[in-house]
């Protein structure tokens, strides 16, 4: 077996990854969404801070073997730049929109128990993790698409912008974006 080859598996063993940690996540967001008790939140949110281990580990996995095989066999291809820039993407939706918000909850769930307060309900159903989650599902499915369509500079700018359209249409709409809001008048 070649290097090369062995580098192709464990690239896409990161990405295998790397997807599991985003289904990971899935379970746990809408988990948090229904949870009453401090407890309870506080399990979601510790699987939720495991996932960063193997959502490193992955993205690991996945770019060492990409930047091995993008130098040897694909220096002139266009979508590899695109591709790397979405990973990066990928990393900085990652922590900005869900991991902050996440590392907040869970300090505030440290020193409580019981019924889980109103506020604490609100972070964990906060719309921009929905948005985050739908925004990095899409741009996965576009850097798939990139590794397999393997287009030019253009195309792959267009598959990754239509990607993020996509992922951030779906998830205003799911993370309430467009909901009207309920105030009590009294």
Same mark, same amino acid.
């Given at each position: ?8 598996l ?7 990854? !790397?997807?599991s940690?985003l289904?990971?996540?899935? @379970? @746990?967001?809408? /988990?948090?969404?229904?949870? $009453? %008790?401090?407890?309870?939140? $506080?399990e979601? %949110? /510790?699987?939720?801070?495991g996932l960063r281990?193997?959502?490193g580990? &992955?993205?690991a996995?996945?770019l !060492?073997?990409?930047?091995?095989m993008?130098s040897?066999?694909w220096?002139?291809a266009?979508?590899?730049s695109v591709a *790397? ?6 990393a900085?939706?990652?922590? =900005?929109?869900?991991?902050?918000? !996440? /590392?907040?909850l869970?300090?505030?769930?440290s020193? $409580?128990? #019981?019924a ?7 972070q964990?159903?906060h719309?921009?993790? =929905?948005?985050?989650?739908? *925004? ?5 499915a576009?850097a %798939?698409?990139?590794m397999?369509?393997k287009?030019?500079?253009? /195309?792959?700018?267009?598959?990754l912008?239509?990607?993020t359209?996509i992922?951030? &249409?779906? #998830? ?13 008048? =009294?």
């Amino acid at each position: 077996m070649s290097f090369y080859l062995a580098a192709l598996l464990l690239h896409i063993l990161g990405s295998f990854g !790397i997807c599991s940690a985003l289904a990971i996540e899935w @379970v @746990v967001l809408h /988990n948090l969404k229904r949870v $009453r %008790v401090v407890e309870s939140a $506080r399990e979601w %949110v /510790n699987v939720y801070s495991g996932l960063r281990w193997l959502g490193g580990i &992955s993205l690991a996995a996945l770019l !060492i073997p990409g930047f091995y095989m993008a130098s040897i066999a694909w220096r002139e291809a266009a979508w590899i730049s695109v591709a *790397l820039g979405s990973v990066f993407l990928l990393a900085l939706i990652g922590a =900005t929109l869900a991991g902050i918000r !996440i /590392n907040k909850l869970k300090g505030a769930l440290s020193t $409580r128990s #019981g019924a889980l307060p109103p506020e604490l309900v609100a972070q964990a159903r906060h719309p921009l993790l =929905t948005l985050s989650l739908h *925004l990095r599902t899409a741009i996965i499915a576009s850097a %798939v698409a990139l590794m397999t369509f393997k287009p030019s500079l253009a /195309n792959s700018l267009l598959i990754l912008l239509s990607g993020t359209i996509i992922g951030l &249409s779906s #998830g205003m709409m799911a993370g309430s974006f467009f909901r009207p809001k309920i105030v009590n008048v =009294t």
